[in-house]
């Protein structure tokens, strides 16, 4: 089976206990595709990458490099010449060669640039003028339109000149002498319609066509909710300029999904990012941490009068905090899952609290009997055993309210949300966790 | 436009200021397609989800059950009588159907196939034995099949006898007389073929086809790299019983992605599940970090002489905890992902283990100068700024090992790395931290 196949070179190549001789792995290299290339790739450290990226044929290359994650594209991309690279990108797509100057410095963009025939560069230039995470910046320029007045059998005989279609070719459109976006047409519709009738008794018009300027999620929304393959693209005078296609609103949704796991965590690098730029990226959110952990920490020394009394507190007081951290956070995942999915809004967040406040108080009631009955069967405390579960109750509750809040106010000032919402939340539990268990335990234990 | 307008309804029926009548609100689902309609349910809570769906058409019904997720589908479905239930699905395609029946109770599927014709009860109950997380959980049987020897003009006449093309049909598949399958054909390719020659000098026969019980994920992973619309499925005989779209492939990326971020922090329900549902899913990772809170409070117990002497090392222990804490979290996001994109194995896992061990040393070097820093600014104390730092240190490099290890072990064990991953290694890391700097503190400071 030629997966299996594959997988195989994949873990042969991967392997460096194996003794593969430079022109071995180069044939391997030659039975696997452009993106079984770019998954190698990822899946190695960066000395290796860099050995097997050397590997490649020019020709190869821009198609590799096209699939590559952006981190990893920018890294090999700035260790070729300016020569290699402008022949490495020459056999790939208009769009595609966007998505690869556009990480550049401009000044190596300008010099590959000047190495393209005048209507490339033109084109790519208008390529590059679109933002990242807009539709534009998805956008593939290789459409087949049609005239209204055409009839299906015209259209076939255009489409049979043309040879082979673009890749994820499920509809041609439809435009008027102006270029003006009219309708769209299914290939299978052509294909089952009958020849004679035109363009206009069959294109569908109902459907419409995305702006250049639309956001890249809403555009993944779109695609989802309608099950898409392909969709126009036009700019404001209503001309279709492009259009997208499934597979690279795929990667929005990978990487949307990836978004809210990475920034919880405080990471944004690849899987296999050389150490210094791993670190870098990571002591952010750690230092955030370290000054809301001597926040948490000033919280404790209001108590040393009787910490110093009691010394079990001490021992006792981590649980506390730990349990609203871990409770914080499932709240902070529900509301943040939501937020992607756009399904919270002004409607529903109050009965989502109220709901959490319900989950919170549920659990609450489970989690204080079971950490009163140990606290008490330690220590033989009745009082103490008491007062850690009402401590316990107490932070659950704010756990809901840094859960829901945190992420909400983090987005009406235009942040993500997901960025470091984990660490504010902790922060919260922790300081109402020491506040709530030591403040009740100065009032009734001393 | 289509879509502002659509939007807009959405908002209406979920605000519950708005004093629509029922009838209001059925118009304005009339208007929704079912996507629409579905995510409105999503967004909605219980009680003004059952509304919702009670105020739908029979016959959209259907469509709508589909669209949604297990849980509100099931929620959904259990209240209709079966007669209205068979009424829903009955317009529905025969793997939309198995998707809606498989959730249910094995009385109601039989209740509801036994209203069916004879040939779709068979259909059905062949698609019901598929696995839900394979291939065969995910195929449709709408596939249309030619013979190698037909030409492309009987072909196209073929198709347009068809009439409509099933959804997302981009290539059509051929088979021998046995129905074993034998290649592809694209939509776009039978199109500007030359109309006298045959099925077999133009299909495509290097892709293989899926095979019905490969691992849904390994679909997705195929689809992917290969920009795929739609695949071919085969048994075991080499037969084509259907074909997977990319429709049904971007849920299951969808809920992949889902998976590590829910299962990190022990949740695993809908946006807006009822309050009771919602506890019981988290009240398992809650009393689990009960059980490690009390054992990292054990480890603090150990050091009671220590502390009673020395009340503000306890003010001090939490920072050094829960910096581990963050760290391990953050080395055990990067290996979850890796594994999920299936970039990490035995070759590499060497390397990524040394690097963050570098990364740990490297900004270990950072926060203990800091953590040191603030240490001494705050108690004068030399000593316990040196041991802070160093329990520091100690804590983020044993974060390295519970954020790599943890992972790897529970997937030897056949266990979601993802699900309580984050409560373990934190477990790690408060014990090692309390161990640390309590540890140090006994040998230096008394």
Same mark, same amino acid.
């Given at each position: 089976?030629?997966?299996?196949?594959?997988?195989?070179?994949?873990?042969?190549?991967?392997?460096?206990?194996?003794?593969?001789?430079?022109?071995?792995?180069?044939? @391997?290299?030659?039975?696997?595709?452009?993106?079984?290339?770019?998954? $190698?790739?990822?899946?190695?450290?960066?000395?290796?990458?860099?050995?097997?990226?050397? @590997?490649?044929?020019?020709?190869?290359?821009?198609?590799?490099?096209?699939?590559?994650?952006?981190?990893?594209?920018?890294?090999?991309?700035?260790?070729?010449?300016?020569?290699?690279?402008?022949?490495?990108?020459?056999?790939?797509?208009?769009?595609?060669?966007?998505?690869?100057?556009?990480?550049?410095?401009?000044?190596?963009?300008?010099?590959?640039?000047?190495?393209?025939?005048?209507?490339?560069?033109?084109?790519?230039?208008?390529?590059?003028?679109?933002?990242?995470?807009?539709?534009?910046?998805?956008?593939?320029?290789?459409?087949?339109?049609?005239?209204?007045?055409?009839?299906?059998?015209?259209?076939?005989?255009?489409?049979?000149?043309?040879?082979?279609?673009?890749?994820?070719?499920? #509809?041609?459109?439809?435009?008027?002498?102006?270029?003006?976006?009219?309708?769209?047409?299914?290939?299978?519709?052509?294909?089952?319609?009958?020849?004679?009738?035109?363009?206009?008794?069959?294109?569908?018009?109902?459907? $419409?066509?995305?702006?250049?300027?639309?956001?890249? #999620?809403?555009?993944?929304?779109?695609?989802?909710?309608?099950? @898409?393959?392909?969709?126009?693209?036009?700019?404001?005078?209503?001309?279709?300029?492009?259009?997208?296609?499934?597979?690279?609103?795929?990667?929005?949704?990978?990487?949307?999904?990836?978004?809210?796991?990475?920034?919880?965590?405080?990471?944004?690098?690849?899987?296999?990012?050389?150490?210094?730029?791993?670190?870098?990226?990571?002591?952010?959110?750690?230092?955030?941490?370290?000054?809301? $952990?001597?926040?948490?920490?000033?919280?404790?020394?209001?108590?040393?009068?009787?910490?110093?009394?009691?010394?079990?507190?001490?021992?006792?007081?981590?649980?506390?905090?730990?349990?609203?951290?871990?409770?914080?956070?499932?709240?902070?995942?529900?509301?943040?899952?939501?937020?992607?999915?756009?399904?919270?809004?002004?409607?529903?967040?109050?009965? @989502?609290?109220?709901?959490?406040?319900?989950?919170?108080?549920?659990?609450?009631?489970?989690?204080?009997?079971?950490?009163?009955?140990?606290?008490?069967?330690?220590?033989?405390?009745?009082?103490?055993?008491?007062?850690?579960?009402? $401590?316990?109750?107490?932070?659950?509750?704010?756990?809901?309210?840094?859960?829901?809040?945190?992420?909400?106010?983090?987005?009406?000032?235009?942040?993500?949300?997901?960025?470091?919402?984990?660490?504010?939340?902790?922060?919260?539990?922790?300081?109402?966790?020491?506040?709530?268990?030591?403040?009740?335990?100065?009032?009734?234990?001393?």
């Amino acid at each position: 089976m030629d997966i299996e196949e594959n997988k195989n070179n994949l873990e042969i190549i991967l392997d460096d206990s194996s003794d593969l001789s430079l022109n071995q792995i180069r044939r @391997l290299l030659n039975k696997m595709s452009s993106s079984e290339i770019a998954h $190698a790739l990822e899946s190695s450290p960066p000395k290796q990458r860099k050995l097997l990226f050397s @590997l490649l044929k020019t020709d190869e290359e821009g198609d590799v490099l096209f699939e590559l994650g952006e981190e990893i594209q920018q890294d090999l991309v700035s260790d070729i010449s300016d020569d290699e690279l402008t022949e490495a990108v020459k056999e790939l797509e208009l769009d595609e060669i966007v998505d690869i100057l556009q990480n550049l410095p401009e000044e190596r963009t300008k010099m590959v640039l000047s190495k393209m025939s005048q209507i490339d560069r033109k084109r790519i230039e208008k390529g590059l003028t679109y933002p990242d995470n807009t539709a534009g910046g998805l956008l593939n320029t290789d459409v087949i339109s049609v005239r209204p007045k055409n009839s299906i059998e015209v259209v076939i005989k255009y489409l049979r000149d043309q040879g082979e279609l673009p890749e994820n070719t499920d #509809k041609i459109f439809v435009v008027n002498d102006d270029n003006e976006y009219l309708g769209e047409l299914a290939i299978s519709k052509i294909i089952t319609a009958i020849p004679s009738m035109t363009v206009r008794e069959i294109m569908e018009t109902e459907i $419409a066509p995305l702006y250049v300027d639309q956001d890249d #999620k809403e555009v993944a929304t779109i695609f989802e909710r309608n099950n @898409l393959i392909s969709s126009p693209v036009v700019n404001e005078s209503n001309q279709l300029i492009g259009r997208i296609t499934i597979d690279d609103v795929v990667d929005v949704i990978r990487e949307d999904a990836d978004q809210n796991l990475l920034g919880m965590a405080g990471v944004a690098e690849d899987t296999f990012a050389p150490p210094g730029r791993a670190a870098k990226t990571r002591v952010f959110w750690l230092t955030m941490n370290l000054l809301t $952990a001597f926040i948490a920490s000033s919280t404790i020394n209001l108590f040393q009068d009787v910490l110093d009394k009691i010394v079990y507190l001490a021992i006792l007081m981590p649980i506390v905090a730990s349990m609203g951290g871990v409770a914080a956070t499932q709240t902070l995942t529900i509301v943040l899952r939501g937020l992607t999915l756009e399904q919270i809004n002004t409607s529903n967040i109050r009965w @989502l609290f109220k709901r959490e406040l319900a989950v919170s108080i549920l659990n609450g009631i489970v989690l204080s009997i079971l950490v009163g009955s140990v606290t008490y069967i330690w220590f033989q405390q009745f009082t103490l055993a008491i007062l850690i579960s009402c $401590a316990l109750v107490i932070n659950l509750i704010a756990s809901v309210a840094a859960g829901i809040f945190v992420p909400l106010i983090l987005r009406n000032f235009n942040q993500d949300p997901a960025i470091g919402g984990s660490v504010v939340v902790t922060t919260v539990t922790d300081v109402i966790g020491f506040l709530s268990f030591l403040g009740l335990a100065t009032i009734y234990l001393i």
